[in-house]
Nanobody, 118 residues
Framework: QVQLVESGGGLVQAGGSLRLSCAASGSIFSAYAVGWYRQAPGKQRELVAGIRSGGSTNYADSVKGRFTISRDNAKNMVYLQMDSLKPEDTAVYYC????????????WGQGTQVTVSS
């Protein structure tokens, strides 16, 4: 069992920065692939950035060059550094952890609101 708690959201002006944190409880968190997703009002949830257990990363085209995902396995933490924020980045951001073994493990946090004003 893994529990995820996001923090770091808030209100920021366009062009500003925020750093989201995802704190995980539970063992072998380092084995999980972790993703940051976001959901804006009236839109589907979308993957923003992901980081695998080995450290490789991937990003949505809309955030490439502006967002950076990283993880600290010793602290069971995953971060999303968001720079050059735009109003269209406004959404609830969720942390997700997945592990495919004999069964699929899939956990979500409660989300943190990010609002970017123009």
């Amino acid at each position: 069992q893994v529990q995820l708690v996001e923090s770091g959201g808030g209100l920021v002006q366009a062009g500003g920065s925020l750093r989201l944190s995802c704190a995980a409880s539970g063992s072998i968190f380092s084995a999980y692939a972790v993703g940051w997703y976001r959901q804006a009002p009236g839109k589907q949830r979308e993957l923003v950035a992901g980081i695998r257990s080995g450290g490789s990363t991937n990003y949505a085209d809309s955030v490439k060059g502006r967002f950076t995902i990283s993880r600290d396995n010793a602290k069971n933490m995953v971060y999303l550094q968001m720079d050059s924020l735009k109003p269209e980045d406004t959404a609830v951001y969720y942390c997700n952890a997945k592990l495919s073994a004999l069964v699929e493990y899939d956990y979500w946090g409660q989300g943190t609101q990010v609002t970017v004003s123009s």
